[in-house]
């Protein structure tokens, strides 16, 4: 799988969108997508741009996930390495991948609640149907 199919992927799993979505919002059709998707093609550059207006209009934030989870893979590893020592587009990289991970929690932690009280709803529903026959 290339990077970009990766990037991609994880970007769409992060912020929870279909890649039917991604095709309705970005006009890129939905064969060329899964080609993307699956690394069979690599897309041009006027494609990923499409691509990324469209995760921004589905999810804002979604278009910088990418971009991060891109240069990302570009940066030497971090983990043994001083903050002091970095220099400062290394810094700002780690600073947008920090945002863009909390926003992706925020997220998914949004997403968890709303399916919660979904249920609550519905099984209260339910009790109060039973509770009418």
């Given at each position: 799988?290339?990077?970009?199919a990766e990037?991609l992927s994880?970007?769409?799993?992060a912020?929870?969108?279909?890649?039917?979505?991604?095709?309705?919002?970005?006009?890129?059709?939905?064969?060329?997508?899964?080609?993307?998707?699956?690394?069979?093609?690599?897309?041009?550059?006027?494609?990923?741009?499409?691509?990324?207006d469209?995760?921004?209009k589905?999810?804002?934030?979604?278009?910088?996930?990418?971009?991060?989870?891109?240069?990302?893979?570009?940066?030497?590893?971090?983990?043994n390495?001083?903050?002091e020592?970095m220099?400062?587009?290394?810094?700002?990289?780690?600073l947008?991948?920090?945002?863009?991970?909390?926003?992706?929690?925020?997220?998914?932690?949004?997403?968890t609640?709303?399916?919660?009280?979904?249920?609550?709803?519905?099984?209260a529903?339910?009790?109060?149907q039973?509770?009418?026959?």
């Amino acid at each position: 799988m290339s990077s970009i199919a990766e990037y991609l992927s994880d970007t769409l799993t992060a912020y929870g969108i279909t890649a039917t979505a991604l095709y309705e919002a970005s006009g890129v059709h939905r064969s060329r997508i899964s080609e993307i998707l699956k690394g069979k093609i690599d897309p041009r550059a006027s494609t990923i741009e499409a691509l990324l207006d469209g995760l921004e209009k589905i999810r804002p934030g979604a278009r910088l996930y990418f971009c991060m989870r891109l240069a990302q893979s570009t940066l030497p590893a971090i983990k043994n390495e001083s903050i002091e020592t970095m220099d400062l587009m290394e810094l700002a990289t780690l600073l947008g991948l920090i945002t863009s991970r909390l926003q992706s929690e925020e997220f998914l932690l949004d997403k968890t609640a709303v399916q919660s009280n979904r249920r609550s709803t519905t099984s209260a529903s339910r009790k109060a149907q039973k509770q009418r026959s």
